[in-house]
């Protein structure tokens, strides 16, 4: 089974501790293909018009794309919010490019990401597993002001047009799971899987099954 991971924050951080790429190293330790799309990784310096747009690296097995769109915590909104538009139309161009995958598994917030993933879903007729850590459009909707309410608006109904593609949404936190079950369940099915689960072997059989599922109806 090959695996297509969408996650643009994944390698803000040691990517070594995210449960996405957990979850890939574990298909792969399995002899299975796992590919990871993420954005730029620390330290990929930006030096002008000639900088590679993707750097692509083999870690612990996983291939890893890296895009080269930059983000920074501390970003407005309008900035963040053009980053994750320039990294969703990459998504939807790098993952036309790349073997079909039998699954796609996409990490939301930013909801622009689910919507990309959404997209390769139809293009490629694969299941969409999202995983939600964050309830993005509902937290935004939360501080106010016109332009926010109307980003949170527009997100929203990003949201709802990627949940009707999933075929299994994952929820992060008990909260999260709460809220999702009450909105999509049980037309959905919503599963809680917590993104403090710590253990590539915990991660991996939480997932397994909803995978091992998802391709025995194909």
Known sequence: MKLLIISQHLAM??????????????????GQ????ITARKPGYADTGKREKKILMEMKDGVLMLHLNIPY??????MAKLNVFYR???????????????????????????????????????????????ELYS??????????????????????????????IITAGSESVYSVMEERYGPAKKVTLIEDSLIG?????????????????KR
């Open 200 to 216: 590539k072997s915990k991660i991996y059989n939480s997932y397994r099954m909803l995978l091992d599922s998802l391709h025995k």
């Open 138 to 167: 509902d937290n935004l909707a939360r501080k106010g002001g016109i332009t926010v309410s109307i980003v949170a608006k527009i997100t929203g109904l990003m949201d709802r047009l990627a949940y009707a593609r999933a075929s």
């Open 72 to 77: 920074e915590h501390e970003m407005g909104l």
């Open 33 to 36: 293909q796992a590919t990871v």
């Open 13 to 30: 951080e040691d990517p070594g501790q995210d449960n996405l790429f957990q979850l890939a190293k574990a298909h792969t330790d399995e």
């Open 87 to 133: 990294y969703a139309r990459q998504v939807r161009k790098v993952g036309r490019s790349i073997p079909k995958p039998d699954v796609i598994i996409a990490a939301s917030p930013p909801p622009t990401v689910s919507l990309a993933a959404a997209y390769l879903s139809r293009r490629f007729k694969v299941p969409l597993v999202l995983n939600i850590s």
